[in-house]
């Protein structure tokens, strides 16, 4: 294991970002890049609320992503579990170690009242040397020169995000922060406070922040902000972290769609770019469409099935059907939300009939009823219930009839599945079975109404 060790830092707001997302892949594919050690680390000190949900949310979040951590909540670990809200021991000491060497100081804090905990502040401008960003160096704002000062521990003792930040990553030995560019403005603090513990600063690395398509930044509130809603639309995992990893990235060549040990192997932080990246929802739904049709078909069925079973579609459905289901219409649906609407025919019999397919297919076409029943006296001979042997005998009905295949075949696909679009129809009659398409076939008249 090399040396390297970075952490994903979230607060538990009860909300994964799509950009804390990808600071955790971020960080995730570092680690795995480097042979380094990846920490999960709660930022809970600020809560006032119990976090167990909030913490939750970013765990399966992460799980959902494949982003496996090293040290951090219920990884136990040498060091862990790391819950910030723990640590207040630790975090005092350094408090009392900044007040013996005086780097920081009590304070009356007149207008709020009570007595605050302060830093001693370098009255200089501090340089940020960022791996993606270049040398920063932020003139004082009028504040700072007035007092550069900052408060590092509460009037009611409770110590700001500053001052624990730069004790766990000490602590923890962190050698890269990875995060957002909203926090680089933070960074000459924080160094400031390294330098006074008498702490090497890590290196670091802001990585640019998510823009909505428009161009303003993407905030929480924002549609598509929160990883969840790509987890409950039923998205592919593999897709959103491909996309992901995109945003910001770019691994020097045109390929786009990457794995995930692709990812790891080519991942390093010169190739984050500087300028910000745009969310490109049309992007994202091109991948998650290439995905779903290469999805390795176990894996489809894993992702599939719990939609399934939310659409209350598998009570006592066989394992082997549900497999043979999903494997024909891979393909088909471009979200797993979409599943059932795809399926509900193959796991019912009061399947949806979509009128308009109906009322194409058979208005004002009385014939069609009549193909539909030749259809079903042709099946009910077929023994080797495949679908190259229905494909052959549908075939050769059509052509001692003298009709086009497609005379026979569209009725006899909105009479099984009540739609005109599906896979492929004769796998599918041969996935349903030879009793349920026959049934089908027969109370098709009755089952399919339209005016
Ligand atoms: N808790 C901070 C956040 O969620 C962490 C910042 C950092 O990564 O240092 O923004």
Avoid at 214 to 234: F, T
Avoid at 356 to 380: H, I, N, S
Wanted: hydrophobic residues 40%; aromatic residues 10%.
């Amino acid at each position: 294991m090399s040396s390297v060790r970075v952490r994903f830092a979230p607060s538990p707001t009860g909300f994964l970002h799509i950009g804390g997302a990808r600071t955790a892949l971020f960080n995730f594919l570092y680690a795995r890049h480097t042979g380094g050690t990846f920490v999960l680390r709660i930022e809970d000190t600020d809560q006032d609320r119990h976090v167990e949900e909030a913490v939750q949310v970013i765990t399966d979040g992460l799980r959902w992503l494949g982003l496996d951590w090293d040290e951090g909540p219920d990884r136990g670990g040498p060091h862990g579990p790391y819950f910030q809200s723990q640590r207040k021991d630790i975090h005092r000491r350094y408090v009392q170690r900044l007040l013996d060497s005086k780097a920081a100081y009590e304070f009356e804090d007149k207008e709020r009242g009570g007595t605050v905990i302060k830093f001693r502040m370098t009255r200089e401008p501090v340089t940020v040397p960022d791996l993606i960003c270049g040398n920063v160096t932020r003139p004082l704002n009028d504040t700072e020169m007035r007092d550069p000062d900052f408060v590092i521990v509460r009037s009611d003792g409770a110590p700001v995000f500053h001052l624990v930040n730069v004790v766990d990553d000490i602590e923890m030995r962190i050698t890269h922060i990875i995060r957002g560019e909203d926090h680089l403005s933070n960074t000459p603090k924080h160094i400031a406070l390294y330098r006074a513990l008498g702490a090497e600063p890590p290196k670091f690395a802001h990585i640019p922040l998510i823009l909505n398509a428009d161009g303003s930044k993407m905030s929480k509130s924002d549609k598509g902000a929160a990883l969840h809603e790509y987890i409950n639309a039923g998205y592919a995992p593999e897709a959103v972290r491909n996309f992901l990893c995109l945003l910001g990235w770019s691994p020097k060549s045109d390929v786009e769609i990457l794995s995930l040990d692709q990812m790891v192997e080519r991942f390093d932080l010169p190739q984050v770019q500087r300028h910000n990246a745009r969310f490109d929802q049309d992007k994202l739904h091109w991948m998650q469409g290439q995905y779903m049709m290469k999805l390795p078909p176990e894996r489809f069925v894993e992702l599939g099935r719990p939609f399934l079973a939310k659409a209350g579609l598998l009570e006592g459905q066989p394992e082997d059907y549900v497999r043979r289901v999903l494997a024909i219409v891979q393909g088909k649906p471009k979200l797993f939300s979409e599943l059932p609407e795809w399926t509900v025919f193959f796991f019912r019999e009061d399947f949806p009939t979509d009128a308009e397919a109906v009322a194409k297919t058979f208005g004002g076409q009385p014939q069609a009823w009549d193909l539909l029943e030749k259809l079903r006296g042709c099946f009910a001979r077929v023994s080797d219930w495949t679908h190259t042997a229905l494909d052959a005998a549908l075939r050769d009905l059509a052509k001692s009839l003298g009709v086009k295949p497609a005379a026979l075949i569209h009725p006899c696909r909105v009479a099984v599945s009540g739609k005109a679009i599906g896979p492929s129809l004769f796998h599918m009659l041969e996935v349903l079975g030879k009793n349920r398409v026959l049934q089908r076939l027969a109370a098709a008249r009755e089952h399919l109404q339209f005016d």
